[in-house]
């Protein structure tokens, strides 16, 4: 499983000015679709502060994070990346398999 973390900060007169990107390579396309469906019914507790945007291609689950201050996209990505490692330590002890 590879971890990839791309960040931005912008300075502007757009509602949302720092963004952070994540990239999981979780080694199937099964293995992400599950992933995604486990993380997409967690929404942002303050949807007006933060947006998330998630998909899965080849395998690998990207997810942009977009915020209005630093410590709501520290907030989110944090809380964010709690529950993928419980997700991704979930399908480690039960064996899905890796293509």
């Known amino acids: 499983m590879v971890w990839r973390l791309h960040g931005t900060s912008t300075v502007n007169f757009m509602r949302y000015t720092l963004c952070s990107n994540l990239e999981v ?3 199937s396309e099964e293995n992400a679709h599950i992933v995604y469906t486990a993380l997409a ?4 507790l303050q949807p007006d502060k933060v947006k998330r945007h ?7 689950l990207s997810v942009n ?3 209005v201050e630093a410590r709501f996209l520290r907030a989110s990505f944090s809380a964010f990346v709690d529950v993928l490692t419980l997700t991704t330590k979930t399908i480690e ?3 899905l398999k890796k293509e």
Not at 41 to 44: C, F, I
Not at 54 to 60: L, R, T
């Open 93 to 95: 002890e039960f064996g």
């Open 41 to 44: 019914v967690d929404k942002e």
């Open 54 to 60: 998630m998909s899965v291609s080849n395998g690998k």
């Open 25 to 27: 390579d979780l080694g």
């Open 65 to 67: 994070f977009e915020a």
